[in-house]
Nanobody, 127 residues
Framework: QLQLVESGGGLVQPGGSLRLSCAAS????????IGWFRQAPGKEREGVSW????????NYADSVKGRFTVSRDSAKNTVYLQMNSLEPEDTAVYYC????????????????????WGQGTQVTVSS
């Protein structure tokens, strides 16, 4: 059974940091394109960071560039999203997703390009 499980969310003050984890079971993440997405109340799900199955570095939405960093630990079959300098606007449910095929160039930020999703983890940035 293919499964993604996110963890690491929580309540943090503005300017703080969190590290989200996404652990895979039933398949090897190294062979999949990976995306991190978020969805705030009343808003559409949006891509935060993504990289291809052969990617060595991530791509980022403009809103998080310079603050968020994605990484992969092949030995643990886990990907991470390090989030620094968090802002209230970052408040959302965060999801990781995996795609069997690398999305076409320019489309990797779109949720419909991904086949498997985790259940999400809540991130709340508030003082």
């Amino acid at each position: 059974q293919l499964q993604l499980v996110e963890s690491g969310g929580g309540l943090v003050q503005p300017g703080g940091s969190l590290r989200l984890s996404c652990a895979a079971s039933g398949f090897t993440l190294d062979y999949y394109a990976i995306g991190w997405f978020r969805q705030a109340p009343g808003k559409e799900r949006e891509g935060v960071s993504w990289f291809s199955s052969t990617g060595v570095s991530g791509n980022y939405a403009d809103s998080v560039k310079g603050r968020f960093t994605v990484s992969r630990d092949s030995a643990k079959n886990t990907v991470y999203l390090q989030m620094n300098s968090l802002e209230p606007e970052d408040t959302a449910v965060y999801y990781c997703a995996a795609a069997r095929r690398d999305p076409p160039r320019g489309l990797a930020h779109l949720p419909h390009e991904y086949d498997y999703w985790g259940q999400g983890t809540q991130v709340t940035v508030s003082s």
